[in-house]
């Protein structure tokens, strides 16, 4: 069974960082990854992306701020925040397209909470 369990959200006040992780358990074979997020009473939104070899991509308004990376080892993903601001506020979830057992799925973790203070 794949899962992927986020972490490192919080409360933080406007200009600081964060560091979200996303740990994938098992053993298999983790392709594309993302981060999504959802601010309240909005549709979720691709934040940024990054292929197994470590191409990026990111959404224009997180550009300079947000920085993607990975550990193919640890199977593990993480999104590097810094100079938070007040609307970045939302729930952050990490996506994946997992090969396991022959077959690639996409899976999603169960969120972290990121509340920026003005």
């Known amino acids: 069974q794949v899962q992927l369990v986020e972490s490192g959200g919080g409360l933080v006040q406007a200009g600081g960082s964060l560091r979200l992780s996303c740990a994938a358990s098992?053993?298999?074979?983790?392709?594309?990854m993302g981060w999504y997020r959802q601010a309240p009473g909005k549709q979720r939104e691709l934040v940024a992306t990054?292929?197994?070899?470590?191409?990026?991509n990111y959404v224009e308004s997180v550009k300079g701020r947000f920085t993607i990376s990975r550990d193919n080892a640890k199977n593990t993903g993480y999104l590097q925040i810094n100079s938070l601001k007040p609307e970045d506020t939302a729930v952050y979830y990490c996506?994946?397209?997992?090969?396991?057992?022959?077959?690639?799925?996409?899976?999603w973790g169960q969120g972290t909470q990121v509340t920026v203070s003005a």
């Open positions: 990054i292929t197994r070899t470590g191409s990026t």
């Open positions: 996506n994946a397209d997992v090969s396991y057992g022959g077959v690639v799925r996409n899976y």
């Open positions: 098992g053993t298999f074979f983790i392709m594309n």
